[in-house]
């Protein structure tokens, strides 16, 4: 019995293995008739019946995407189309190809941000592809763009060089730190055509690093202007071959500016000279005192030059001259404000010299006001030789004078505080161009002077827009083309309040909220709160 026992598995063994083998063979001949079935097995590759050669179809697993929603951005994107899909991200071996080479500046500088490779101009696509191409739409405005991200590639078009760049801003913004930019197709462009940021670096020294830096930051939020306002009584801060005697110890050298110039321009960034005159030329009369302004007592006026010496408007044109040759954009500054002479009750009796000089100029009735618009238009005159489009502040345009301001001058609108103060309906309404400035909101002034508090980025996300020009209340819609844009300002009247790293620090929110406000007409989809950390989130 006990051998019986033992018997038992090995009968049990051997049926288990002939039950495999004939599952075995039959899976072999099941696998074989198909292979007939489908003629993979006939010679030649081929079946007697050509309708059961078709293959079955066989369906593939796909994966479900939602609906993407526009990429978040600093300013955000003005339209976006959203699709399905998995979305684009920079990958090791990804490249940026260009149709055209005047892109590979933006091709070489989003290809080293990303960390893909820069393969210059090609016609062949690859998965992971970045492509760069101008779009030849005429008539659209250069700085408008689409942002394509279908099929695991990135198609960037602009109807110029700097709508390709900001697409490429937009790109970098949307995969920052990690991020997959969304699939679909983003449409943009500006609602301003000047979106500017003007540093005094007269009364404060700032270096040529600091600069850099703040056009590595403009550019990427998509301003396009950098005014540099160099000259003013505490100091004149640039080089000079014409005049080197007016130079303080502390300046910029031309080989320094020419490195700022060459990297605002791969930004797509116009710097804007300013030479403030005829007020504000404290340290080119520091070396040229016959020029000062004096009063019928012989009392000088701190930083005015005296208009009826030609030889003041002489020093200022060969500047002019000079300095176009370093700055090659199409705008210039004239300055134009805050003449001492036209800040005391009576200009005439004050300063005979310049009332006789008006009468001789422009007949009995003419005045020291109508001399200084003189003085502008001259000015204006110099600078639009040197192909330069003029702007001067607005009180630089006075209200008592005969004689008016060259139509081409642009109002840079800042105040309401001067002397015979006109409203800004006042000068658009002679069809003026206006460029924001506005005091109560954009200007960020060393040690909060008088009745300056610095601006804060919240307040000017909230209650300002470019139609906001003069405190708080708006023009009519009406002249809302007439006004080209805005410009936050750095004044430096207590340049050591602050240092230049908690400047850039102070500004950094506030020109955020600029730029959102230029570039976006709408009322942004963002709470403050909202806007605030994604500016954090994106550094």
């Known amino acids: 019995m006990s051998q019986h026992r033992r018997r038992a598995p090995a009968r049990s063994d051997i049926r288990t293995r002939w039950l495999i083998v004939a599952v075995a063979t039959a899976v072999v001949l099941v696998g074989l008739g198909l292979g007939l079935w489908t003629g993979k097995g006939a010679p030649g590759g081929t079946s007697a019946d050509p309708a059961a050669a078709a293959p079955t179809p066989t369906p593939t697993p796909t994966r479900s995407y939602a609906l993407s929603t526009a990429p978040r951005t600093i300013p955000a994107v003005r339209e976006h189309s959203p699709a399905r899909g998995p979305g684009w991200q920079p990958e090791q071996g990804g490249r940026v190809v260009v149709g055209a080479a005047g892109l590979a500046d933006e091709g070489r500088l989003i290809a080293g941000e990303l960390g893909l490779t820069y393969a210059g101009e090609k016609s062949d696509s690859r998965a992971g592809d970045v492509r760069l191409s101008l779009s030849g739409a005429d008539g659209a405005d250069p700085e408008s763009y689409t942002m394509t991200v279908r099929d695991g590639r990135v198609a960037i078009s602009?109807?110029?060089?700097?709508?390709?760049?900001?697409?490429?801003?937009?790109?970098?913004?949307?995969?920052?730190?990690?991020?997959t930019a969304p699939e679909g197709v983003v449409r943009d462009e500006p609602a301003k055509e000047r979106r500017g940021?003007?540093?005094?670096?007269?009364?404060?020294?700032?270096?040529?690093?600091?600069?850099?830096?703040?056009?590595?930051?403009?550019?990427?939020?998509?301003?396009?202007?950098?005014?540099?306002?160099?000259?003013?009584?505490?100091?004149?801060?640039?080089?000079?071959?014409?005049?080197?005697?007016?130079?303080?110890?502390?300046?910029?050298?031309?080989?320094?500016?020419?490195?700022?110039?060459?990297?605002?321009?791969?930004?797509?960034?116009?710097?804007?000279?300013?030479?403030d005159s005829p007020g504000h030329l404290g340290a080119v009369i520091a070396a040229h005192p016959d020029l000062q302004l004096r009063n019928a007592q012989g009392v000088a006026a701190t930083g005015a030059v005296d208009i009826a010496n030609p030889e003041a408007g002489k020093l200022v044109d060969e500047l002019f001259k000079e300095y176009a040759g370093l700055f090659p954009g199409s705008q210039w500054h004239l300055g134009g404000d805050e003449y001492r002479a036209l800040t005391v009750s009576d200009p005439q009796a004050s300063y005979p010299q310049l009332a006789a000089a008006a009468?001789?100029?422009?007949?009995?009735?003419?005045?020291?006001?109508?001399?200084?618009?003189?003085?502008?238009?001259?000015?204006?005159?110099?600078?639009?030789?040197?192909?330069?489009?003029?702007?001067?502040?607005?009180?630089g345009f006075y209200t008592d004078a005969s004689v008016q301001p060259d139509k081409d001058i642009e109002v840079a609108y800042w105040t309401g505080k001067e002397i015979g103060a006109r409203q800004p309906a006042e000068y658009l309404s002679a069809g003026r161009k206006v460029i924001n400035y506005n005091d109560e909101f954009l200007y960020y002034v060393l040690g909060q002077p008088q009745t300056f508090v610095y601006p804060t980025g919240q307040r000017i996300y909230e209650q300002w827009t470019p139609?906001?020009?003069?405190?708080?209340?708006?023009?009519?819609?009406?002249?809302?083309?007439?006004?080209?844009?805005?410009?936050?300002?750095?004044?430096?009247?207590?340049?050591?309040?602050?240092?230049?790293?908690?400047?850039?620090?102070?500004?950094?929110?506030?020109?955020?909220?600029?730029?959102?406000k230029l570039w976006d007409p709408r009322e942004p989809q963002l709470s403050w709160a909202e806007f605030s950390a994604l500016a954090d989130r994106l550094g």
């Open 467 to 516: 139609r906001v020009l003069r405190g708080t209340e708006p023009v009519a819609a009406g002249y809302d083309e007439q006004i080209l844009g805005g410009s936050f300002a750095v004044w430096c009247d207590l340049a050591n309040s602050q240092t230049q790293d908690q400047v850039a620090a102070g500004i950094r929110m506030p020109l955020r909220a600029t730029v959102q």
């Open 359 to 395: 009468r001789e100029a422009y007949g009995p009735g003419g005045t020291v006001a109508d001399l200084a618009t003189g003085w502008l238009n001259d000015r204006a005159a110099a600078v639009r030789a040197l192909d330069r489009t003029p702007r001067a502040w607005n009180d």
């Open 158 to 179: 602009g109807a110029g060089e700097a709508g390709v760049f900001y697409g490429t801003r937009t790109l970098k913004q949307t995969v920052h730190d990690g991020a």
């Open 197 to 275: 940021l003007m540093v005094d670096i007269a009364r404060k020294h700032f270096t040529a690093g600091w600069i850099e830096d703040r056009i590595r930051e403009l550019g990427d939020l998509k301003f396009n202007e950098l005014g540099l306002h160099f000259s003013d009584d505490q100091g004149f801060r640039i080089e000079s071959a014409s005049h080197p005697e007016i130079v303080s110890e502390q300046h910029l050298t031309k080989a320094e500016v020419r490195r700022i110039v060459q990297l605002a321009e791969s930004r797509h960034i116009s710097i804007v000279p300013e030479i």
